[in-house]
């Protein structure tokens, strides 16, 4: 069995894995996809201490860091199901290919993904002009005009933290009120270059082929279609985790993420958790590294103490 099984590999799991195999002991990661939502990034600018670089040039580097160690790594492996320990003090994993995974630790790592909008033109012009991520992109559409899909606290965050850089936000919700907070609601409204819909279904993001121009709405109430230029869309209608496959075996938020504490300990001992997978607020890869390195070390603590 593993001393440390780590299940994801993102930048949480492959921290994860390179905080356990440097204490000495026997250590697995486990991912559908090494790289995580890495590979899906274009430029990233917020990665402290390096200036610029690309999701797959950085997910190659983790995956090259990683296999410095000792680190059994299982790429394209999906996770299906967890049987937390019983007498035999082994935690279990079967995955996909009917095969399972015994490990005295285990740490919990599979991300999350954004909810599309399922419209025509999103994929086509995704990191195009369609992003996922304000803290991420928002600087790229400077002096630019751009729209915020979702009325909810994080759209209506979006948008405030959009307002303040670029030119034009046009913020769109399906309801016919906004969903967020209060007093969000009310810094939004106070701002001048924001224009708010509501009642409005996105039916369309519009490009020139290299990048997006406008989007397409529908008044709900009129049914009329309206178009809008601009040269952003940010979609904010919700980060789903990736963690169907646990329900049941670790306590999980109303909103799917693993309950941790500070030390990244779910509600099952010896069992950890780390990055966009929880309940640690705001998701972003440094973030996820700390959090993982910060749940391997607590593994091994945990470890320590067994008999
Ligand atoms: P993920 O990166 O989601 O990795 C999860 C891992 O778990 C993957 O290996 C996946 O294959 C695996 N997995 C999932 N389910 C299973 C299963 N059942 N069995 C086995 N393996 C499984 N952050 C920034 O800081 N800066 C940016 O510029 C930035 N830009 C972004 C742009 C885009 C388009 C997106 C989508 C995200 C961006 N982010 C950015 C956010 C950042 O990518 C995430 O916060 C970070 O990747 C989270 O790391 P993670 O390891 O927790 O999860």
Same mark, same amino acid.
């Given at each position: 069995?593993?001393?440390?099984?780590?299940?994801?590999?993102?930048?949480?799991?492959?921290?994860?894995?390179?905080?356990? !195999?440097?204490?000495?002991?026997?250590?697995?990661?486990?991912?559908?996809?090494?790289?995580?939502?890495?590979?899906?990034?274009?430029?990233?600018?917020?990665?402290?201490?390096?200036? @610029?670089?690309?999701?797959?040039?950085?997910?190659?580097?983790?995956?090259? @860091?990683?296999?410095?160690? %000792?680190?059994?790594?299982?790429?394209?492996?999906?996770?299906?199901?967890l049987v937390p320990a019983g007498e035999d003090g082994l935690h279990e994993i079967t995955l996909e290919n009917g095969a399972s995974l015994k490990a005295k630790t285990l740490i919990l790592s599979t991300g999350a993904r954004w909810r599309q909008m399922g419209v025509p033109g999103e994929d086509e012009y995704r990191n195009k002009g369609v992003a996922y991520c304000p803290h991420c992109d928002g600087p790229l559409f400077k002096g630019k005009r751009?729209?915020?899909?979702?009325? *909810?606290?994080?759209?209506?965050?979006?948008?405030?933290?959009?307002? *303040? &850089?670029?030119? @034009?936000?046009?913020? &769109?919700?399906?309801?016919?009120?906004?969903?967020?907070?209060?007093?969000?609601?009310?810094?939004?409204?106070?701002?001048?270059?924001?224009?708010?819909?509501?009642?409005?279904?996105?039916? %369309?993001?519009?490009?020139?082929? !290299?990048?997006?121009?406008?989007?397409?709405?529908?008044?709900?109430?009129?049914?009329?279609? @309206?178009?809008?230029?601009?040269? *952003?869309?940010?979609?904010?209608?919700?980060?789903?985790?990736?963690?169907?496959? &646990?329900?049941?075996?670790?306590?999980?938020?109303?909103?799917?993420?693993?309950?941790?504490?500070?030390?990244?300990?779910?509600?099952?001992?010896?069992?950890?958790? !780390?990055?966009?997978?929880?309940?640690?607020?705001?998701?972003?890869?440094?973030?996820?590294?700390?959090?993982?390195?910060?749940?391997?070390?607590?593994?091994?603590?945990?470890?320590?103490?067994?008999?």
């Open positions: 069995p593993f001393d440390v099984l780590v299940v994801g590999g993102g930048p949480a799991g492959a921290a994860a894995a390179i905080y356990a !195999a440097r204490k000495g002991i026997r250590t697995g990661v486990l991912s559908e996809r090494f790289g995580g939502q890495v590979l899906d990034t274009m430029g990233i600018e917020n990665f402290i201490s390096v200036q @610029h670089t690309e999701g797959p040039k950085l997910a190659a580097q983790l995956e090259n @860091h990683v296999k410095e160690y %000792e680190v059994d790594v299982m790429n394209l492996q999906k996770a299906t199901a751009t729209a915020v899909i979702g009325g *909810g606290n994080s759209g209506v965050e979006a948008a405030i933290d959009l307002a *303040g &850089i670029v030119a @034009h936000v046009t913020l &769109i919700e399906f309801d016919n009120q906004l969903r967020a907070d209060a007093v969000l609601q009310a810094k939004l409204r106070s701002m001048p270059n924001v224009t708010i819909v509501t009642s409005a279904l996105t039916t %369309e993001v519009l490009g020139d082929g !290299a990048k997006v121009t406008g989007l397409v709405y529908k008044d709900r109430e009129t049914g009329e279609l @309206h178009t809008v230029e601009l040269e *952003g869309i940010f979609v904010q209608i919700g980060l789903v985790p990736n963690t169907e496959w &646990i329900k049941g075996a670790v306590d999980l938020s109303p909103r799917g993420e693993i309950e941790v504490d500070a030390r990244g300990a779910t509600s099952v001992p010896g069992i950890f958790a !780390a990055g966009d997978a929880t309940t640690v607020p705001y998701k972003q890869i440094i973030i996820a590294m700390g959090e993982g390195s910060k749940a391997a070390l607590s593994a091994f603590d945990y470890l320590i103490r067994q008999g």
